[in-house]
């Protein structure tokens, strides 16, 4: 099985920067498969979302191997006036922040795996003692 890799690529459409979704054999992702017609590839005027797509369609692509999930703690300091709310904070984080590695999905993590990062933001909790005073 060749190995799977994706990849982000810019392009000029009029005035405006597009980036497009390329696997390793040089075809552009459509919205609902992979071709080698430049023309047919689905445009994406943010680039933040290109990761998330990219997670998407790796993690079909993987669907044979076996998964092993692991946990890391990312804290995320936040600086307000105020109070914040939970959920406002976790829709937030879920539009706007996202894990990036180098070389996503391409098969170069420990015994050529393809690492997949997510954050599981509606799981978002403030820490015990993680509000309240100023900081020092």
Do not use: N
């Amino acid at each position: 099985m060749p190995k799977p890799a994706l990849f982000a690529v810019g392009y000029m459409e009029s005035d405006w920067i597009r980036y497009a979704i390329e696997d390793e054999r040089g075809r552009y992702w459509t919205g609902r498969g992979f071709t080698k017609d430049g023309r047919k590839a689905l445009s994406y005027a943010d680039q933040t979302v290109i990761p998330r797509e990219m997670r998407r369609i790796m993690k079909r692509r993987c669907k044979e191997l076996v998964r092993y999930r692991f946990v890391a703690p990312v804290m995320i300091d936040v600086y307000a006036e105020g109070p914040i709310d939970q959920e406002e904070m976790a829709w937030f984080l879920s539009l706007k922040c996202f894990v990036s590695m180098d070389g996503l999905g391409t098969g170069v993590g420990p015994g050529e795996s393809v690492v997949l990062p997510v954050v599981d933001w509606e799981a978002l909790r403030l820490m015990k003692g993680g509000s309240g005073g100023k900081q020092d």
